[in-house]
C-alpha cells in the first residue's frame, strides 16, 4: 500500500517546538510513507518551530507548509488541498507509537466504507488516561449521544468530508465535535488503535475545566455562536 496514494495528513501549528517534530518524526517512520504529503498549517512566530519543521523535510514524507490560523482554519485549509481520497487530521502534540498505524487505520475505514474514523487517545506521559478512557465509553454510546471525535486524530474520506461542509473556518473551540457530530451514526467507526498526545491542556487547565468544556459543547450542539468563542482555551 502507498500511502501517498490514497492519504493526505493535515497538521495545524503554532509555535510547538516541543512537539512538532515528534509527529512529523513518528510518520517519516511509518510503513510506506515515500512521497506521503504532510500539510503543516503554521501560524508560529517561533523560529525553533519552524527549524524543527525544516528538520523532517526530505527524508520520507513531502512536507508542505501553508498559512494557519485558529485549528479549524488551518484544517480546512490544508484539506482544500488534499487530492487524496481519504484525508487524515492530527494534532501537533500527537505522536505514532507503532510503524503500521496508518496502514491499519486506512485499511479499516476502507474496510468498514466509513466516513470518518477515530481511534483510542492515550498520553505519552501516561497521565490523565482515565479522562480519555471515559472518553472512550462516551464515544461508543455514539448511536445514542451522536459521533463524537477528538481532533487529535480524525480521518475522513475526503468527499465526506466536503458533503458535511468541513471544518468551518469560524470556529475557534470544538471544531473537532461540531463537525464530527454531523457524521450519520453508521458511517462512524471507533477504531480499537491507539494514538497518543500530550497531556499538557489537562496539566495547565486541570481536567474539571476540560470535562465541563466538554458537556457545554454537548448542551450547546446546536448553538454555532458558541463555537465561534475561545472560551479561554487557547490562553
Known amino acids: 500500500m502507498e500511502l501517498q496514494d490514497l492519504l493526505t495528513v493535515v497538521i495545524p501549528c503554532k509555535n510547538e517546538k516541543e512537539n512538532i517534530r515528534n509527529i512529523l518524526n513518528s510518520l517519516n517512520k511509518q510503513k510506506n510513507s515515500k512521497g506521503l504529503l504532510v500539510i503543516v498549517a503554521d501560524i508560529s512566530d517561533d523560529l525553533v518551530t519552524v527549524h524543527h519543521i525544516n528538520s523532517e523535510r526530505n527524508k520520507n514524507i513531502n512536507i508542505l507548509t501553508i498559512n494557519g490560523g485558529y485549528p479549524a482554519y488551518g484544517r480546512h485549509q490544508g484539506a482544500l488541498m488534499s487530492e487524496t481520497p481519504y484525508t487524515l487530521f492530527l494534532d501537533s502534540d500527537m ?13 479499516e475505514i476502507i474496510t468498514k466504507k466509513g466516513s470518518l474514523l477515530t481511534c483510542k487517545v492515550r498520553t505519552t506521559d501516561n497521565e490523565y488516561n482515565y479522562v480519555y478512557k ?17 481532533g487529535g486524530v480524525m480521518l475522513f474520506d475526503t468527499k465526506s468530508y466536503f458533503k458535511l461542509g468541513g471544518f468551518n473556518p469560524n470556529d475557534k473551540f470544538a471544531e473537532d465535535y461540531n463537525l464530527s457530530k454531523k457524521v450519520n451514526s453508521k458511517d462512524f467507526i471507533l477504531s480499537k488503535n491507539i494514538i ?3 497531556s499538557r491542556r489537562f496539566k495547565s487547565k ?10 457545554l459543547s454537548f448542551l450547546n450542539r446546536n448553538n454555532q455562536s458558541f463555537f465561534e468563542k475561545t472560551h479561554s482555551y487557547w490562553s
Not at 507509537?97 to 485499511?107: A, G, P, Q, S
Not at 471515559?134 to 471525535?149: E, M, N, S, Y
Not at 486541570?206 to 458537556?215: A, D, N, Q
Request: proline share 2%; hydrophobic share 50%.
Open 196 to 198: 497518543h498526545t500530550s
Open 95 to 107: 505522536e505514532i507509537k507503532e510503524t503500521d498505524f496508518l496502514e491499519k487505520i486506512l485499511n
Open 206 to 215: 486541570g481536567v474539571w475545566y476540560m470535562v465541563r468544556l466538554m458537556f
Open 134 to 150: 471515559f472518553f472512550d465509553l462516551i464515544q461508543k454510546f455514539h448511536r445514542i449521544t451522536g459521533p463524537f471525535a477528538l
